[in-house]
């Protein structure tokens, strides 16, 4: 079975500096990788998705990810936040069999300060 | 665009009683999901659903039920209330597999 790792919990970054979280998975084949923004009171909705070719990933609201086979990471980064990407990321982990479901981490809180 | 409509975006009832939370997708998609949602666990899978009257467990469905009668619609019920089924309850769909889920805006769940 798949499992995705979040290390961090809350982050704190200034408005404008650039930001990267965290996602480390486990599972025995390539998985497919997506991350997600939740803003409050909010449904998740998609920032972007890895399924094969290229490994750096461009998504939407200026984010990008780069997946890492030899590290299994699949990190979310932005060269320059803005207060309203306060929100929590969540990573997940499809498997490429077994109906491809989904397999979340535990969620980032991102935090702005202006 | 899709859209994935839940009934309420909050509820509150007592326990012991059926609570049922509804969702409505307006794409056809095939499949559709109901996660729960607490602080520091992220989302775990109750149940979905690959098609009409097709369903199947997920990681956490105990004290749960589903139902889906109808392409579009796919509801979880709680048929004895308990308060450790206080959370956020979010339903997605998708056209088919390895395609991104969608999801619903959430029902914030509590029992008394």
């Known amino acids: 079975a798949q499992s995705v790792t979040q290390p961090d919990i809350h982050i704190t970054v200034s408005e404008g500096a650039s930001l990267e979280l965290r996602c480390n998975y486990s599972?025995?084949?390539?998985?497919?990788l997506f991350w997600y923004v939740q803003s409050p009171g909010q449904g998740l909705q998609l920032l972007l998705k890895?399924?094969?070719?290229?490994?750096l990933v461009q998504g939407i609201k200026g984010f990008e990810a780069e997946f890492k086979r030899s590290q299994s990471s699949f990190n979310l980064r932005k060269p320059s936040v803005h207060w309203s990407d306060a929100a929590e990321y969540f990573c997940?982990?499809?498997?490429?069999?077994?109906?491809?479901?989904?397999?979340f981490g535990g969620g980032t809180r991102l935090m702005v300060k202006p | 665009d899709v859209k994935v409509t839940q009934s309420s975006r909050y509820l509150v009832k007592r326990t012991g009683e059926k609570v049922f939370l509804e969702c409505v997708q307006d794409?056809?998609?095939?499949?559709m999901f109901w996660y729960r949602q607490d602080p520091g666990l992220g989302l775990r899978l109750i149940y979905f659903?690959?098609?009409?009257?097709?369903?199947e467990k997920g990681d956490i469905p105990e004290g749960y039920s589903v139902s889906r009668e109808k392409k579009e619609r796919f509801s979880l019920i709680l048929e004895s209330a308990s308060t450790n089924q206080t959370s956020m309850y979010l339903c997605?769909?998708?056209?088919?597999?390895?395609?991104?889920?969608?999801f619903g805006d959430g029902t914030r769940l509590s029992i008394l």
């Open positions: 997940a982990v499809g498997a490429r069999n077994a109906g491809n479901m989904l397999t």
């Open positions: 599972y025995g084949a390539t998985p497919y």
């Open positions: 997605a769909s998708r056209s088919r597999e390895a395609q991104p889920q969608h």
């Open positions: 659903s690959y098609d009409v009257k097709m369903k």
């Open positions: 890895y399924f094969s070719g290229d490994t």
């Open positions: 794409m056809d998609h095939e499949n």
